[in-house]
């Protein structure tokens, strides 16, 4: 990019040494007043057509790249966008995994719970009886 920089201002300069070498030439020249002026006015709007020229390739430029500078940006938010989705996707399976997860060990801890707490109650049923079966007697 750096050359390419350099390469324009070479350019400017080599076209702004030639118009001044031109008016030097012209008014150095051996001619008429009206021929002096005619000879200005011919230089003049060649190198204003030209300037028009670069201006005109410029702004073509310029639209290119603005162009291209949208073309890449939608790409980053397209493709954000679908990055963005895979996530939600992907933390809303291990969000359903662990809720499985937690009811199903939910679900032994109660079956446990259950199953303990039948065993206690008939421990329980069993020590009372047998206390009163060793007070009657």
Known sequence: ???????????????????????LALLYAPKSGKELR???????????????KY????????KDLINEGKKKSEKLISD?????????????????????KTGNVISSSRETFETESNRLKDAVKAGVDAYKSSKNS
């Open 1 to 23: 990019m750096s050359e390419n920089n350099i390469g324009k201002g070479l350019l400017i300069g080599f076209l702004a040494g030639g118009a001044v070498g031109a008016v």
């Open 80 to 100: 954000a966008k679908t990055k963005s989705e895979e996530l939600l996707k992907d933390a809303e399976k291990i969000f359903n995994d662990a809720k499985t």
């Open 55 to 62: 201006i005109a390739d410029a702004k073509d430029k310029a």
């Open 38 to 52: 005619n000879d200005i006015k011919v230089k003049a709007d060649g190198y204003l057509d030209e300037a028009e």
